[in-house]
């Protein structure tokens, strides 16, 4: 219904879709809706990513897990903060990358902003997954528990139900672009559990420790320790970035096979309906 | 283009509107999020007698008195405090790895009729600070700091605090 605003990624490429796709003034948003430039450009950034994301782990973990120094106190059980905080972070900046999908979704009505958010969900929920069962085998040791529900962990499942949610609930429908609605509203209610995750620790008492790196004044870390906590959260970053890239180029190059193929059988079906009628 | 711009604005007053809504809701909570009180809240506000809640504070310097009660298990006394006031502890069981002097600790159990806070569960709670063990000894050996009084001062100032340490000789 609104496909005359956005042109529709599911457009087969080809000479009769080019005077479509051509709105009177394009945003720099929709540049990359169209599926065949996207591809193309991810097509060439992908494999930089990917070998940026081993390259960098390759430097950051084993600096991290072998050659930084113990803490004091706790020990060799402090190197699960490499792997705890970067996915800590990933599955909150991943989730402000899925709201601002979202309002990309609800207000501009981008066909890849959608795919994107359906894409970015699963690695999202695995790393919000990972930083809980790290932060439970570190607590089980340190703090004597493998659970409790103080804020901040709360707050923290809270965020991993809504990446399940998101990722369960734009599958839920038959038609995408109603899953795809429902998502985005839901990830936009959902990101105002971000601050909560955040600032838990400032504005309660909680058995989790404030924060060490991402505060105001100097980091409480050692910087034989906060150096490749650095590299691996970038490391981890690129390969998160990466990964949800590639899943959103296989997301595109299917919907346009499904796309081809709906109408090839179109074609065979009644071959005087023209192109123009198809439903996305 | 004004059907986009609607859409935007709507999004923004929805969440305005959410927002507030949200930080409201936390405001009003503020006093029941916690998830431990200080002695200084129990002396302030004794809560009913019987009823569990948890204690958090510091263990005070040399307040720790190890014993075995009288089933094997190993059992622990000390001082609770959060500066200005404090509160004794029991506490019958296998005590955290982080239990120390100084370290922060959060207990579960109950405030008995002499004012002792008889726990059933002690977790330790540890600082935003993380140091290799050189940098803690030379902590230790200049003087900045003992552990057992407190945390560690910030990461920002060890470097610059060396050098005045070995001046001043203390």
Redesign the interface.
């Known amino acids: 219904m609104r496909a005359v ?1 956005t042109p529709s990624l599911t457009a087969a490429p080809g000479p009769s879709a080019a005077p479509r796709v051509a709105p009177a003034r394009p945003p720099v948003l929709h540049r990359f809706a169209n599926p065949g430039r996207f591809l193309r450009a991810t097509g060439r950034l992908l494999p930089w990513l990917g070998g940026a994301a081993i390259l960098v782990l390759a430097i950051g973990l084993p600096w991290a897990l072998f050659l930084s ?6 020990g060799e059980t ?1 190197r699960l ?1 490499y792997i705890h905080v970067p996915m800590a972070w990933l599955a909150m900046g991943g989730y402000a990358g899925l709201a601002l999908l979202s ?1 990309a979704s ?3 009505r981008h066909p890849l902003a959608d795919l994107a958010a359906r894409e970015l969900s699963p690695v999202g929920a695995l790393a919000c997954f990972l930083c809980l069962v790290t932060g439970s085998l570190w607590g089980k ?5 493998w659970w ?4 901040r962990l709360t707050s923290v499942l809270v965020l991993f139900f809504l990446w399940l949610g998101h990722a369960a609930l734009v599958r839920a429908f038959d038609a995408p672009e109603r899953g795809a609605r429902a998502g985005a509203i839901l990830a ?2 959902g990101a ?1 559990n971000l601050p ?1 995750v955040k600032f838990s620790v400032d ?5 989790h ?4 790196v991402a ?1 105001l ?6 910087v ?2 906060l150096y490749p906590l650095l590299v691996c959260a970038l490391g981890f970053t690129l390969a998160f970035a990466a990964l949800v890239l590639a899943r959103t180029r296989a997301a595109v190059m299917e919907r346009r096979i499904r796309a081809l193929q709906l109408a090839a059988a179109r074609r065979l079906d009644r071959p005087e309906v023209s192109p123009g009628s198809a439903a996305a | 283009m004004t059907r986009k711009r609607r859409r935007l604005y709507l999004l923004l007053l929805c969440g305005l509107g959410l927002g507030s809504a949200t930080a409201l809701t936390l405001t009003a909570f503020q006093d029941n999020l916690v998830f431990f009180r200080s002695p200084s809240d129990i002396a302030r506000e004794a809560p009913p007698p019987g009823r569990a809640f948890r204690l958090g504070g510091l263990v005070e310097a040399g307040s720790v008195t190890r014993e075995q009660a009288p089933d094997g298990r190993p059992s622990a006394r000390f001082r609770v405090t959060d500066g200005p006031t404090t509160l004794t502890v029991t506490y019958t069981g296998v005590l955290p790895d982080l239990f120390r002097e100084g370290q922060g600790v959060v207990a579960l159990g109950r405030l008995g009729p002499d004012g002792v806070f008889r726990a059933s569960e002690v977790l330790a709670r540890h600082d935003e600070t993380y140091m290799p063990p050189e940098v803690a000894d030379a902590l230790r050996r200049s003087g900045h700091w003992n552990p057992s009084q407190g945390a560690a001062p910030p990461a920002g100032n060890w470097n610059t605090m060396a050098p005045t340490a070995s001046r001043s000789g203390s």
């Open positions: 605003e120094p113990p803490d004091w106190q706790q402090v903060l309002v609800l207000v501009w040791p340190m703090w004597g528990t409790v529900w103080d804020a936009l209610l105002l909560v504005w309660w008492n909680t058995l420790q404030p924060a060490s505060r004044g100097a980091p409480g870390l050692h034989g320790m």
